[in-house]
């Protein structure tokens, strides 16, 4: 039982012409995608060339997947990584480079053994030595070269510039075959020095179902962020119910808690939703529950308008506002709005800040036109005295020009962890002077 056998090699039974019986209608399905392989395999003069294709064809249905999302010209294959110009340090079979965040993606057609299949210990463990093991420790040479920032890169002969730093890349291991309990195995068997971020480790059938779903870009790199920060704390046997539970409730650190176990239940979820919408069944009515429902709506105009400016480090801003819970969300967009309104009808400069927790906050500040000029300075030494002051690890400053249409016309952001500074203690005194009370919400 799940190991390659004739009922899947040959999945019809000829009754007499032209009328054939499917016993098992998946198992043509399965038959049409494995038996090619074992094919080529009796082909001596072609079966090592075939391996080859075979790790070129998902390449390049992941760059498909993947440039739908980011667009063709922010994704790169077959990238050299070289030291200098003479000595190749590695190479990155896809590249995605969006600001200052990158997507590592490395392809193994290591097959799944039959051995493996049957639940081999042994044989399972080497299997994802192969599969997942090589890929991520590449992805970790390529991941530093990046950061690290001392590393030409070579794309078709040409050396790829980098627009801006890169802080973080996401590693993504993908197979070419259907992998059981990859998800799984990767927190068992994985490798890897404390410091090092985990990988995602999935088929390149995780990778096309990841690609429909999720086809904001940022949305996209949120999943991986989530992913990767809740690896140890979210527990789940694939990563289609790792992904319908954050397309449903959002993949989160819940507070007072030292792990949540997600069931398989909620990839039903995805089993239900994903034939209707892309047509293989007839439709009946759009499952709401998979269109992120944990999103504030009235954050959608606070996220165009940083979308819009582009500023490097932008997608930073937009994981910490998708981290608000609702009431937060909502109250912020809401303060906003009032304070503009403050702005216009007393004509001059107001202001407010939210403390969430006891690691960040946010501070507005809207100026009426005539001091438009002093937006940038202002914003900046408001929103540096109130993290000092909240002891606050990450801080986002929002600005505004009261009759603006745009709901933020600049930002501000940081992400350094408080220190005791004299200079800094200083400013909040001249900064805060009407010594306004922060008004504290909760983060989910």
């Given amino acids: 039982i799940g190991s390659y056998n004739v009922m899947e090699s040959h999945p019809l039974i000829i009754l007499e012409d032209n009328y054939y019986f499917a016993p098992i209608l998946y198992n043509i399905a399965t038959s049409i995608y494995e038996s090619p392989f ?22 390049s249905i992941a760059h498909h997947l993947l440039a739908k999302i980011f667009g063709e010209k922010n994704v790169y294959s077959n990238v050299i990584v070289q030291k200098n110009k003479s000595t190749i340090e590695t190479d990155i ?19 799944f053994s039959a051995l493996s299949r049957t639940g081999d210990t042994e044989s399972v463990r080497k299997d994802f030595g192969k599969a997942v093991q090589e890929a991520f420790q590449q992805g970790i040479k390529c991941r530093n070269a990046l950061i690290q920032g001392n590393s030409v890169l070579i ?12 802080d973080e890349a996401y590693i993504i291991c993908i197979t070419t075959d259907h992998y059981p309990a990859i998800t799984t195995q990767s927190r068992r068997y994985l490798q890897k020095l404390s410091n090092d971020p985990y990988p995602l480790a999935m088929s390149i059938f995780d990778l096309d179902a990841l690609a ?11 999943y991986l962020r989530q ?4 690896f140890e704390f979210c527990i789940a046997n694939s990563e289609i119910a790792l992904l319908a539970y954050h397309l449903n409730q959002k993949l989160f650190l819940a507070p007072n808690f030292d792990g949540m176990s997600i069931e398989e239940d909620f990839a039903q979820l995805i089993d239900g939703d994903f034939p209707l919408i892309r047509g293989y069944q007839l439709k009946d009515t759009i499952d709401e529950k998979l269109q992120q429902p944990w ?14 400016l582009k ?28 304070t503009k309104q403050k702005a216009i009808q007393a004509k001059q400069s107001q202001d407010f800040s939210m403390l969430f927790g006891v690691n960040g906050g946010i501070s507005f500040l809207c100026l009426p036109p005539t001091y438009g000029n002093e937006l940038s300075d202002r914003l900046m030494a408001l929103a540096m005295a109130r993290k000092y002051k909240s002891k606050a690890n990450i801080w986002l400053g929002l600005g505004a020009i009261a009759t603006s249409s745009n709901l933020i016309d600049i930002f501000v952001f940081s992400q350094q962890p408080w220190k005791e500074e004299p200079e800094l203690e200083e400013l909040t005194k001249v900064a805060l002077q009407k010594g306004k009370t922060l008004f504290t919400q909760t983060k989910k």
């Fill in 38 to 59: 074992y094919w080529m395999l009796d082909d001596e003069l072609y079966k090592e060339k075939s391996f080859e294709n075979r790790g070129a064809t998902t390449v």
């Fill in 93 to 111: 079979d896809i590249l995605v480079l969006v600001n200052n965040k990158a997507i590592i993606v490395q392809s193994k057609s290591k097959k």
């Fill in 155 to 166: 794309v078709n002969g040409k050396i790829l510039k980098l627009e801006t730093y890169i």
């Fill in 212 to 222: 429909f779903y999720l086809t904001d870009p940022y949305d996209f790199l949120y």
């Fill in 227 to 230: 992913r990767i920060k809740t």
């Fill in 295 to 308: 999103k504030n709506k009235e954050l959608a105009p606070l996220v165009l308008d940083i979308k819009q």
């Fill in 311 to 338: 500023q490097v480090g932008f997608i930073d801003i937009l994981y910490f506002i998708y981290d608000l819970s609702g009431k937060a969300a909502s109250d912020l967009i809401d303060l906003i709005n009032q």
